[in-house]
């Protein structure tokens, strides 16, 4: 960036982001096998103790051939504590198509779906984005965390408290 002063020219750097907020982005896709949860390359480290809003924007993408009832769901895991981020999970997205015919149409959707959560830790803590894909009936074609230049997968945190 460059500043013009009233004596001249002077040049300075943009301003460095503050270590209490950051924000990580997706930049690959992720093949969901059925069944399981399973870990994106997602991250985010929380530098030091304290009281952090967690936000995720997610976008899943599945398709599949009717009959069909297949969803994803993701949740943020701690990876310090080995442990669920408590009440993150949420239903990214569900395909619902039951034909009387099976196999008459190709089905698919593309959805983002939010996480919100406040978290409180006593130290350096590594957050990580986790996706499952659940087949309820038929199975889903393509399960997918996606993250392209037409919209990304995104962790962000921001300190709050002590």
Known sequence: MTVV???GNVSAAPAAPSADRGIA???????????????TPL???????GTYELDADVRG????????????SARLWNVTSGAEVP????LVYQIIDEKPHPGTAVDGGNATAPISELIRVSGPTTIRLQAQEINAVGAAAIAQVYSDGVGFTALRYDRVGP
Not at 29 to 35: A, R, S, Y
Not at 87 to 90: D, G, I, L
């Open 43 to 49: 991250e985010v480290t929380l530098p030091r103790a």
């Open 5 to 7: 002063a009233a004596q």
């Open 87 to 90: 009440e993150s999970e949420r």
């Open 61 to 72: 993408r599945l398709q599949g051939t009717a009959p069909l009832n297949v969803f994803m």
């Open 25 to 39: 982005k997706l930049h690959t896709i992720v093949d969901l096998p059925p069944g399981t949860w399973t870990d």
